[in-house]
């Protein structure tokens, strides 16, 4: 009768860990470690090695007794790219295996670097540690290297109020009147809307007050494709208009005209919001329409 083999399955593991003891040199490397720094060795040549060793590679000597202080920060000077982290891997995303020569030391150490993507990687990376928040004593206290900040972005909101000035508060109760308030200069005789106090060409002061009608005529314009609160659709038009009796135009959008159509010396009428809506503000006015008068030769 056929005997069946005879087959025991073993599993060799340490799930505490295999406990050994560390030696002097590589006790204080992972001592320091734990307190959050890193340390190498000087050789008897003067060298410092990263991780410290008992005897220099290089000449098998016995390393001195003096340790230094190396890094934190270090140049990555070899790396390959691990794109699917295995479970044993420090990171559970793509990442980096690095040796990294850690500033100070004269030997590279090889750990992980979190670098995003590979192409944020290169020979002389400037790289980081990330510090495990409980250290222990090992090697791990150190969850990674991460590269150099280089850049930030930040949020940006400001809140601002506009505190309207004496001439401009007139202006803005005309509109919410529903007229617009201009000044004249008494000696050059221009007519200024929005009202102001000084005249801007010859800064004499400005006393007469005076309405102008809500028509005017294109002098320049834009058509916007970019979206505005202000605006009610895209492409949207804003023109400078000047109001009849003023001498310098004002900006404000242009409604009820396809963009294409709109041009320079087209006569146009403000649209007011109903009175009921209306506050001290240009929003009074939703935009100025054409009137459907004849073109304006400027
Ligand atoms: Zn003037």
């Known amino acids: 009768m056929p005997s069946e083999p005879l087959v025991a399955e073993h599993v060799l593991e340490f799930p505490g860990g295999y406990a050994r003891t560390t030696g002097p040199v590589i006790g204080r490397f992972l001592t320091e470690l734990r307190g959050g720094r890193i340390v190498g060795v000087r050789t008897a040549e003067g060298k410092v090695l990263v991780p410290p060793l008992e005897y220099d590679p290089a000449s098998g000597e016995a390393v001195t007794e003096e340790f230094v202080e190396v890094g934190p920060a270090g140049t990555v000077t070899a790396w390959a790219w691990v794109a699917e982290p295995r479970e044993s891997h420090p990171l559970d995303r793509p990442f980096a295996w690095a040796t990294i020569k850690l500033d100070g030391a004269d030997t590279a150490l090889?750990?992980?670097?979190?670098?995003?993507?590979?192409?944020?990687?290169?020979?002389?990376?400037?790289?980081?540690?990330?510090?495990?928040?409980?250290?222990?004593?090992?090697?791990?206290?150190?969850?990674?290297?991460?590269?150099?900040?280089?850049?930030?972005?930040?949020?940006?909101?400001?809140?601002?109020?506009?505190?309207?000035?004496?001439?401009?508060?007139?202006?803005?109760?005309?509109?919410?009147?529903?007229?617009?308030?201009?000044?004249?200069?008494?000696?050059?005789?221009?007519?200024?809307?929005?009202?102001?106090v000084f005249c801007p060409a010859c800064g004499g002061p400005i006393a007469d007050q005076l309405e102008l009608p809500d028509t005017g005529t294109i002098t320049t314009y834009a058509i916007n494709n970019l979206p505005d609160p202000r605006a009610p659709e895209v492409p949207f038009v804003s023109a400078y208009i000047l109001l009849d009796g003023a001498d310098i135009p004002m900006i404000a959008l242009v409604g009820?005209?396809?963009?294409?159509?709109?041009?320079?010396?087209?006569?146009?009428?403000?649209?007011?919001?109903?009175?009921?809506?209306?506050?001290?503000?240009?929003?009074?006015?939703?935009?100025?329409?054409p009137t459907g008068e004849p073109d304006v030769e400027l």
């Open 110 to 196: 090889v750990h992980a670097v979190d670098a995003g993507n590979a192409k944020a990687l290169r020979i002389g990376s400037r790289v980081w540690p990330v510090w495990r928040s409980e250290r222990t004593g090992h090697i791990t206290d150190i969850s990674y290297f991460a590269p150099e900040v280089t850049k930030i972005v930040s949020p940006v909101r400001a809140e601002y109020r506009l505190q309207v000035g004496g001439s401009l508060l007139t202006f803005l109760e005309g509109v919410e009147r529903g007229v617009f308030l201009g000044g004249r200069c008494p000696s050059c005789e221009k007519v200024y809307v929005p009202y102001r």
């Open 256 to 289: 009820g005209v396809p963009a294409h159509e709109v041009r320079q010396g087209m006569r146009v009428r403000a649209e007011w919001v109903p009175e009921g809506e209306r506050t001290k503000s240009m929003a009074n006015v939703r935009w100025f329409a």
